[in-house]
Each structure stands twice: as C-alpha cells, then as structure tokens.
Nanobody, 126 residues
C-alpha cells in the first residue's frame, strides 16, 4: 500500500559525509511527520531526526550540528545529510513516515499509519 525506500548508505572515513534519501510511494493522500532512526549492533533503535510537513525539525543531541534533515513534499522524499561522521554513527539507518493513505475499505476512505523503510547501512571507519 505504502512503501518507503532508502538509499545513500555506505562506507566512509571518519570526518566524511553521506546523504541518505527516502522516497515514499503508493496510495498516499498526505504525509505528516517524516524521520530518521538508527540502530547500532546490540543497541536499541534510536531517534536521529524528524521533520514535520511544515518543515519544523528535531534532532538527537548526538547529531546536532552535524546532521541535517530536509524533505521535498512534492516528491514525498526525506533526506538526511550526514557530515563530520564519527565511528559511533555506524548503524543501520531507517526512515519512517506518518502517512495518511487512501483506504477505500474504511468509512472515510483514508487511514493513518506509520511506515518504515528497510534500512540502509552506514559504516564509519576510524
């Protein structure tokens, strides 16, 4: 019904940069908040950054000043620019979106759900 596909992960040296993208597609009426989360080996998934449809952003303290989240509402796409990367940023990065989707089976014809991408690996070497 709704799919999120991430791209842009990879291997980079400490101090380097990457740009992640996440495109949403499917039966989308509108998208409210979008965000990025990450999960390092042996750790719980944690918030990295979020952005509302109006452009308000929120960042985890660990990435403030280094990462920038943005979105293109016309393309249903959210981006994460990762600068000054550190080895501790190594993780699988997941995008998420709060989507209002067409749902003909419901009374109002719309349904709101959270969707997740499959994840993209970011590895930062020291």
């Amino acid at each position: 019904q709704v799919q999120l596909v991430e791209s842009g992960g990879g291997l980079v040296q400490a101090g380097g940069s990457l740009r992640l993208s996440c495109a949403a597609s499917g039966s989308i009426f509108s998208i409210n908040a979008m965000g990025w989360y990450r999960q390092a080996p042996g750790k719980q998934r944690e918030l990295v950054a979020t952005i509302t449809d109006g452009g308000s952003t929120n960042y985890a303290d660990a990435v403030k000043g280094r990462f920038t989240i943005s979105r293109d509402n016309a393309k249903n796409t959210v981006y994460l620019q990762l600068n000054s990367l550190k080895p501790e940023d190594t993780a699988v990065y997941y995008c998420a979106a709060e989507v209002l989707a067409f749902a003909p089976q419901t009374k109002g014809g719309l349904a709101s759900n959270d969707y997740w991408g499959q994840g993209t690996q970011v590895t930062v070497s020291s």
